[in-house]
């Protein structure tokens, strides 16, 4: 393990302790997983799990990933979460899974090349594995191949010029929502332009969807984490949000007046009247949950 992934594991660490949560880090077989490495917030426990593939030889690499993946949930990026009382499908954990990794991986790629220290193998099999399996060029699979391409292009954007043409020419609809996804991605610098940066990939993907008939809307499906401004952090927590009963849910929410996203799912057993009442009188930055 060089120097530069020891600092940043001891960096992890404290700002881990910091704020109250533990670093576990642990080695198993992940060959028939998705991905070789993982992390895992157990928000009940306070615990960042990071899995690392046993006995891989860019172990040191794909532990540095999962690294900056904690220190951007530990400094307020935005996490896409689940609800636990809506079934989710494929789909749906797919598109969660691609957007917030690509709102990360943007920032994340140009951390690792700048630390000199990358995971070249693991991204070359990447694009070779996935760059010439792409799915139809058509309905919605279309919007996979888009997200597909962009990961590749942030994970080696040399190696990836070399599929780029022929993509532009069998799939012109992949190639042309990957451009348009990226435009949006370049826009990430800090946790707020990252939930921005999210919330227009949302859009975009409505959008295509709709084109094909299909109706999604994330507001409905996922829980999208909030970002405060520091000047916000002062003001009560019913100017910015407020308290939801959802047909056919029996749990509360708090929703973002703004943009009509849900934040946080208050659970079932508290009362309304009470909890709003309570977000009247307390101040953001002293409300459990809020970033």
């Not at 992390?39 to 532990?63: F, M």
């Not at 969660?96 to 990794?101: A, C, V």
């Not at 279309?142 to 942030?154: C, K």
Request: proline share 3%; aromatic share 12%; with cysteine.
């Amino acid at each position: 393990m060089n120097d530069s992934i020891k600092k940043q594991l001891e960096w992890i660490k404290e700002m881990a302790t910091s704020k109250g949560y533990t670093l576990n880090i642990f080695e198993r077989d992940t060959s028939q997983e998705k991905g070789l490495g993982s992390h895992y917030v157990d928000y009940a426990k306070k615990e960042i799990e990071i899995t690392l593939p046993l006995g891989h030889e860019e172990k040191d690499a794909i532990l540095l990933h999962e690294l900056i993946h904690a220190e951007f949930f530990l400094t307020g990026f935005p996490r896409i979460l689940r609800s636990p009382e809506i079934q989710y499908d494929g789909l749906d954990l797919d598109l969660f899974q691609h957007i917030e990794d690509l709102s990360q991986h943007v920032l994340l790629y140009s951390k690792m090349n700048e630390l000199k220290v990358m995971h070249d193998k693991e991204n070359t099999n990447f694009l070779k594995n996935y760059l010439t399996n792409l799915f139809p060029d058509d309905q919605y699979t279309f919007v996979r191949n888009a997200f597909i391409l962009t990961e590749s292009f942030y994970r080696n954007p040399v190696e990836f010029l070399n599929y780029e043409p022929d993509i532009r020419k069998t799939h012109p609809n992949s190639d042309q929502l990957y451009r348009k996804l990226k435009r949006v991605l370049a826009t990430i610098k800090s946790p707020l332009t990252a939930r921005y940066a999210i919330i227009r990939l949302f859009d975009i993907v409505q959008e295509e969807f709709a084109r094909c008939s299909i109706k999604y809307d994330f507001k409905e499906k996922c829980i999208l984490g909030s970002v405060l401004l520091e000047n916000q952090r002062q003001l009560f927590v019913s100017d910015l949000f407020q308290l939801v009963k959802r047909p056919k849910l029996k749990h509360i929410y708090l929703q973002e007046k703004r943009t009509g996203y849900y934040v946080q799912v208050l659970g079932s057993t508290i009362d309304f009247q009470k909890e709003k009442e309570f977000i009247k009188q307390v101040r953001c930055d002293k409300y459990s949950g809020l970033n």
